[in-house]
C-alpha cells in the first residue's frame, strides 16, 4: 500500500542503508509512542528522545506528525498482510489459521528477545484525517479480506457471514495476545500458541453440546438517566475514533448539549474514559453473576453470558468500551482497568474451569481461553453494521460460534 505525501523520502535517498536504517528507527520510535499514548498524543519531541535525535532530524524525514503517523500505520498493515500472505500458501483452512498464529507468535517472541519492536496498535485508526484516512481504511479492509480468505471462497452469503466473523475473531486476538502475553515466560510462548489454536481449533464446549442461550436481563433504572446517556455516546465515540479522536466537544455535539454539559457529569477527559470502562466493567460483571445465579450447566452459563454482551453490543443498548482507549489513560489509571479486566478474565475462567469438572466444557487452558472470549466480546462492536444485515439472533449465533465450536467447525449453521 503506498501513498504520495510528504512521507515519501527524497529520490538520492533511497538507496542508502543509513537513511533506511534511520527511518525504520523513528518508525519503531513511532509505533511504541503510538502504543503507549495514542496517534494523536505522539509528539515529535518524544519519538527524537526515543531515537537519540533533535526534533529538527525527525523532521527531515517526516515532515508533519500526521505523516509519521500514518507511515507507522501503513507499516503495521503491510507487515499484517505480508504474514497473511504466507499463511495463504498453506493448503487448508485450518493449516493457514495455524500458520498465521504461528507467524505472530513468532513475532512476539523476536520483540520479547529484542529483536524486533511492536507494531503500532491500529486503534487510532479511524481518528486520521484526509487524505490519509482513506488509503489506510483501504489498506485495513485489504488485511480483513485477506483474514477472511483463509477459509477459501465462500459458496453462498451465508458462508460469507460466517467467515467475516471468523476473521474478525481471529484478527482481534492478534491485536489482543500482547496484551496478557507478558504473564508467560518467554519459554511458555509455544505452549501458549497450542493452547489457543486449540480454542480456535475445537472450540470451549464439549463435543456433544449445542446453541441454546437464554438471554439474561441486563436492565436496570440509574439514579442518573442523561448521565447514562453520555457515557453511551461518549463510549461509542471512544470505540470508533480513540481516546483522542473522541473530543470532549464531538461527544457533546453527538448529544445535542452544549460542552458545558459535559462538566456537569464529569471533571475531566480521564473521568469520562474511566466511568465508560466502569459502566461496561460493570455490565459484563452483572452478566457473569445473573448466569451463574440462573443455574444449569456450566456451558449454558458461559453461553448466556456471550449471547447476552453480543446482544448488547449489536444492539442500541450499547456499547462496551474496548480497550483501546487504554493508551490515552495515564499509566496508574490504566493498570486499575487493566486489573479490572484481569478479575473478569478470571471469573471466565473458573467457569470453564468447573464446566470442564462437570463435562459440560472440553478440557482446555480455561486462562487462554478466557482472553480469547475477552478479545470476542470486546471486539464485537466493530461487527455491528454486519450484525445488522442479518437476524440479530443469526447474527450473534454466528460471531459466537467463533470460539463456542471453533473456527473450523458448521454446526451453526444447522442451529
Not at 502504543?35 to 523532521?59: C, I, P, W
Not at 449454558?300 to 483501546?324: C, E, N, W, Y
Amino acid at each position: 500500500m503506498t501513498m504520495a505525501t510528504s512521507i515519501d523520502p527524497p529520490q538520492e535517498d533511497l538507496g542508502t542503508k543509513r537513511f533506511r536504517a534511520k527511518r525504520d528507527a523513528i518508525l519503531a520510535a513511532a509505533a511504541q509512542a503510538i502504543n503507549e499514548q495514542s496517534a494523536k498524543g505522539m509528539t515529535f519531541a518524544d519519538v527524537a528522545q526515543r531515537v537519540g535525535l533533535n526534533t529538527t532530524s525527525v523532521t527531515y524525514y517526516f515532515k508533519r506528525k500526521d505523516d509519521l503517523a500514518f507511515a507507522a500505520f501503513e507499516s503495521t498493515l503491510d507487515r499484517l498482510q505480508a504474514m497473511l500472505d504466507e499463511a495463504a500458501e498453506e493448503a487448508t483452512p485450518r493449516a493457514r489459521v495455524a500458520k498465521f498464529l504461528s507467524l505472530n507468535m513468532a513475532r512476539l517472541t523476536r520483540i520479547a528477545d529484542g529483536v524486533e519492536q511492536p507494531m503500532a496498535v491500529l486503534s487510532d485508526l479511524r481518528a486520521m484525517e484526509e487524505p490519509m484516512l482513506t488509503p489506510l481504511m483501504n489498506g485495513w479492509r485489504e488485511v480483513f479480506r485477506k483474514t477472511r480468505s483463509l477459509w477459501g471462497a465462500a459458496a453462498n452469503r451465508t458462508q460469507t457471514d460466517l467467515f467475516g466473523a471468523r476473521a474478525h475473531v481471529l484478527l482481534e486476538n492478534t491485536f489482543w495476545v500482547p496484551v496478557w502475553l507478558n504473564r508467560y515466560e518467554r519459554d511458555q510462548y509455544e505452549r501458549v500458541e497450542d493452547r489457543l489454536f486449540d480454542v480456535f481449533d475445537h472450540g470451549i464446549a464439549a463435543g456433544d453440546a449445542r446453541w441454546t442461550p437464554r438471554l439474561l436481563d441486563l436492565s436496570h433504572e440509574t439514579a442518573e438517566p442523561g448521565r447514562e446517556a453520555f457515557l453511551l455516546a461518549a463510549t461509542r465515540l471512544i470505540n470508533e475514533l480513540g481516546y483522542r479522536g473522541a473530543s470532549v466537544q464531538r461527544i457533546a455535539s453527538e448529544l445535542n448539549v452544549t460542552k458545558g454539559s459535559f462538566y456537569h457529569h464529569l471533571d475531566a477527559k480521564d473521568d469520562l474514559v474511566i466511568a465508560c470502562y466502569q459502566r461496561s466493567f460493570d455490565t459484563i460483571a452483572d452478566a457473569q453473576r445473573l448466569a451463574e445465579t440462573r443455574g444449569g450447566s456450566h456451558w449454558h452459563r458461559l453461553s448466556s453470558i456471550m449471547a447476552t454482551l453480543l446482544d448488547v453490543q449489536f444492539s442500541h443498548r450499547g456499547p462496551l468500551l474496548r480497550t483501546t482507549a487504554l493508551s490515552g489513560l495515564p499509566g496508574n489509571v490504566r493498570q486499575d482497568m487493566v486489573d479490572r479486566s484481569n478479575r473478569i478474565a478470571r471469573r471466565y475462567a473458573g467457569m470453564m474451569m468447573d464446566g470442564v469438572a462437570e463435562g459440560s466444557i472440553r478440557p482446555i487452558d480455561s486462562l487462554v481461553a478466557a482472553q480469547a472470549l475477552m478479545a470476542l466480546q470486546n471486539a464485537a462492536f466493530d461487527m455491528r453494521k454486519w450484525a445488522a444485515t442479518m437476524p440479530r439472533e443469526r447474527a450473534i449465533a454466528f460471531y459466537a460460534s467463533t470460539l463456542a465450536f471453533g473456527l473450523f467447525d458448521d454446526r451453526v449453521l444447522d442451529a
